[in-house]
Every structure is written in C-alpha cells, then in structure tokens.
C-alpha cells in the first residue's frame, strides 16, 4: 500500500513538473517573441528615420543653394488665405518643378509616409513641420535658425523613439 501511494504521488509530481516545465517554456517562447518583434521594429524606426533626416537634410541644402542663388519664389504669408484656429494646416512654399530642391523634396515627401507609418501621430507632427520650415525657407517665409531648431527638435524626436525601450 505504502508503495502505491509513493508510486501515485512520484507519478503524478512528475506531470505537475512537466506541465509547470511546458507552461513556463511557452511563456519564455512568448516573451522572446514580443522581445524579438520591439527588436525589428526599432531597428526598422532607425532606418526609416534616418533616411528621413538624411533626406530632410539634402532638402535643406537644395533650399540654401536656390536661396543663395536668388532663385527661390517668395511666398509672402499676407497673401495667403488664414488658417482656421486649430487647423492642422500649414502652408508650404511653391517651387520650380524637376529643380534638385523640388526633387529633393519629393523624395522627401514619398519618405515621410513611411515616418508616420511606423512614428505615429505624434512624430507625423513633428516630420510636416521639418518639411514645412524646408519649404517655408525657400520660399523666404522662415530663416535659417528656424529651420535649423526644427531639424534639431525631430533628429532628437526620432532617435528617442527609435531607442526607447518597451516594456510590454
């Protein structure tokens, strides 16, 4: 009898280990998984935020070229219909199509879905108003420094998000 008894509770200490053992080998399975997701998503934020800021900066320089070159097209704010209290609308400068600012530009426009696709609301925020100060610049509605604080604000935005750590 006494070996029955030590038989039935070795046999069934031995399925409470093995089902603790499994249990706690699927949740690492998914812990892991959730690691190795916030892994590739970071890694993927940096690559689209850094070729954002690259494109933003090859903007910036197309901007002061055509500037310097007196070839900008002034766009003054007076002429410019007012933009309804908290509207989310900026208006950005007009420029000469197929010019390497104009390019410049676009390409930065095609990256800037990619920002928001994996930034979110509040990096979109932040990515028009990179654009708008390039745009602006070269229209001679902004100077320099503003751009230059603006590019400054988003590259620090950026490599905060793109480094935080999730704890989810």
């Keep these: ?6 038989g039935v509770v070795g046999v069934t200490g031995t399925v409470w280990a093995a089902h603790a053992g499994r249990r706690h ?3 690492a399975v ?3 998984g959730a690691v190795s997701v ?50 989310e609308i900026i208006y950005t400068g007009r420029y000469e199509l197929a010019t390497p600012f104009a390019l410049a530009m676009a ?19 932040h990515a028009t108003a990179a654009i708008s100060d390039i745009s602006r610049y070269a229209s001679g509605i902004r100077d320099n420094w503003d751009v230059d604080r603006t590019m400054n604000e988003v590259s620090a935005l950026l490599h905060e998000d ?7």
């Design 107 to 125: 390409a930065l426009h095609r990256c800037y879905d990619e920002v928001v696709i994996v930034g979110g609301p509040g990096i979109r925020r």
């Design 1 to 6: 009898m006494t070996t029955a008894v030590v």
């Design 162 to 168: 793109a480094t935080k750590v999730t704890h989810d």
């Design 30 to 32: 998914r812990a892991q």
């Design 25 to 27: 080998q699927l949740d």
């Design 38 to 87: 916030a892994i590739a998503l970071a890694a993927e934020k940096r690559l689209v935020y850094a070729r954002f800021l690259h494109l933003a900066r090859t903007a910036y320089d197309e901007a002061r070229a055509l500037v310097s070159a007196g070839e900008a097209l002034p766009l003054d704010e007076e002429s410019l219909p007012p933009v309804p209290p908290g509207s």
